[in-house]
């Protein structure tokens, strides 16, 4: 092999060398994304708000048009944003869950009391199947009020509402509850950062040994 072989062969090992020692590890990237959901894009006056709605698994969560909704109550008072409102159906606990496991972080909501003031409402944070978050709140029927949460990394949040004291006037009865304006980030699945320039330099450079080393054993032939 001559000097000129010799010296190509060589600088290819220092590229390669250089490049190996340039290239960082493949990092996993999460994507946030914050949105208010305040269900007036939901056209149906009263229905279950359906799996998918803003990236979300609903279950009990129905919707209501309250500017239709003639009956005194918390759910009109409780309208954040006009004109539709979420529930938890039979006043029973209802839940918003992450697709496919899907975390995010819950930030905020509104929520007011639809027959009874003083209603206690539990509001659980969840992350596969552990309990992260627990808080009890405490809400009336008259006006809507923002409780910030700050629920971070979960997949499911729960809430389930008791006590509370009739309102008179009202016709309805139970431990309803309206939810406006909710507040959450969705964190999506991490992705894989794009390799460095590094790994880049270590193909060509290979492609460059491998001419060097064929022209070597084409000159001994």
Request: contains cysteine; hydrophobic residues 40%; positive net charge.
């Amino acid at each position: 092999m001559n000097l000129v072989n010799k010296l190509s062969l060589a600088s290819a090992g220092i590229a390669m060398t250089l490049s190996i020692a340039s290239i960082k590890p493949v990092q996993a990237v999460e994507l946030a994304s914050t949105t208010v959901i305040n269900f007036d894009d939901l056209t149906n006056s009263e229905a279950h708000i359906p799996n998918g709605y803003n990236r979300l698994k609903w279950d009990n969560f129905y919707m209501l048009n309250t500017v239709n909704y003639v009956y005194a109550s918390g759910y009109k008072n409780g309208t954040v944003s006009q004109r539709n409102i979420a529930y938890n159906a039979w006043a029973k606990p209802a839940t918003i869950s992450g697709i496919s496991g899907n975390t995010f972080n819950f930030n905020s909501v509104y929520l007011t009391a639809a027959w009874k003031n003083g209603l206690n409402i539990l509001v659980e944070g969840f992350t596969k199947g552990n309990l992260s978050y627990s808080q009890i709140v405490t809400v009336d029927s008259i006006t809507p009020t923002q409780f910030v949460f700050n629920y971070l990394n979960v997949d499911r949040v729960r809430f389930s509402s008791f006590g509370g004291v009739q309102v008179p006037d009202y016709v309805g009865v139970g431990q309803h509850f309206a939810l406006d304006n909710l507040s959450l980030t969705h964190i999506s699945k991490p992705v894989p950062e794009p390799l460095t320039m590094g790994s880049t330099v270590v193909v060509l450079g290979l492609g460059f040994w491998m001419k060097c080393k064929k022209a070597s054993v084409e000159m001994k032939r």
